[in-house]
């Protein structure tokens, strides 16, 4: 699979590559096996931040504008932002939450593109990606990495001041349309912080809604419920592909392109995910940024002035590849 966007608005499948994985990345659990029993299409939503979540909206949206509606998958997988977006197209449909988005555009800055208030975000996101470059790097492999990312985590909770769980909660449930789990199968990974044990929340597992999605985007502090403590559902993997396996169909939506901080070796990038599902009997789609849009990620994947842009290269996107995954998806 080629995992570099292009110019153009395209799908991308995976061949085979050779990793190792531990017996903990391997798909598993009650949440996992209930939503194989209608196991035809599968809809998985990566992360990506902010403008992350705006991209997957409008290829959504521009999916189904042209006809083609994918919140009709029997199974939605959504990680960190992804699991934000598996929420709202549970509550309302593509074309208003394309609409929010656009409608909620943020001012246009008074201060110049290079002052400090600009800046903000990008460094804030640029600090971030430095921390898990370093932990990454003194990780023997993936379960490594989640239990340093957790103790890590753990540590900066320790020196917080608590307030952060209360606002975060209820920013999350802000965003959600409806905070009832949808009757259809959703699956919301995330990391236990103490134990970097992935975990898979849905409808059945006693967890509000509005917690599950709070956890799986829990990029920086440890989000609580309950007694536990848990941490982005990216650091199983960033699109969780993976927990797609005995479908029949399976579309990936990707803001990062299918990349990863990880070594390749481990297994974590979404071209890995594409060829277990392939072994299994999956057919697999998957639906990357393009070139014109790759900017509004990464390092700038918290500026809230990007979102509308986004969303609307999303559409742009979803819009033209319509009528080409028509025949895969129906």
Not at 202 to 226: E, F, M, T
Request: charged share 20%; glycine share 10%.
């Amino acid at each position: 699979m080629t995992t570099t966007p292009s110019s153009t608005p395209h799908l991308t499948s995976t061949t085979a590559s050779d990793r190792t994985r531990s017996a903990q990345d391997q798909p598993r659990g009650e949440a996992t096996k209930r939503a194989r029993a209608a196991s035809e299409r599968a809809l998985v939503l990566g992360g990506g931040g902010s403008t992350g979540n705006a991209w997957l909206i409008g290829v959504i949206a521009g999916l189904f504008d042209a006809g083609l509606d994918v919140t009709t998958a029997d199974l939605t997988i959504g990680t960190s932002a992804g699991s934000t977006a598996a929420a709202q197209i549970a509550g309302a449909s593509p074309t208003e939450l394309l609409a929010g988005i656009l409608a909620a555009a943020p001012k246009q800055r008074s201060g110049p593109v290079g002052s400090d208030r600009a800046r903000v975000p990008m460094r804030s996101v640029a600090s971030q990606l430095e921390r898990r470059s370093k932990i990454i790097a003194a990780a023997g492999d993936a379960a490594d990495m989640r239990r340093r990312m957790g103790a890590a985590a753990l540590d900066m909770d320790a020196a917080s001041d608590g307030s952060w769980q209360a606002q975060w909660r209820a920013t999350v449930a802000s965003r959600l349309p409806s905070q009832v789990w949808p009757e259809r199968a959703v699956l919301i990974p995330a990391v236990d912080a103490r134990t970097g044990e992935p975990v898979v929340f849905d409808r059945n597992s006693g967890v509000d809604l509005a917690d599950a999605v709070a956890a799986s985007c829990a990029s920086g502090l440890p989000y609580g419920i309950g007694n536990n403590r848990y941490i982005d559902g990216g650091f199983r993997r960033n699109e969780n592909a993976d927990l797609a396996a005995g479908y029949e169909r399976v579309l990936v939506l990707s803001p990062f392109g299918g990349r990863t901080l990880q070594p390749l070796d481990w297994g974590m990038q979404l071209a890995a995910q594409v060829d277990e599902l392939r072994a299994r009997g999956s057919r697999v789609e998957a639906i990357l940024p393009d070139g014109n849009s790759e900017h509004m990620f990464g390092a700038n994947a918290m500026d809230l002035s990007l979102r509308p842009p986004a969303a609307r290269a999303g559409h742009q996107q979803g819009s033209a590849l319509a009528e080409q995954l028509a025949e895969f998806w129906r």
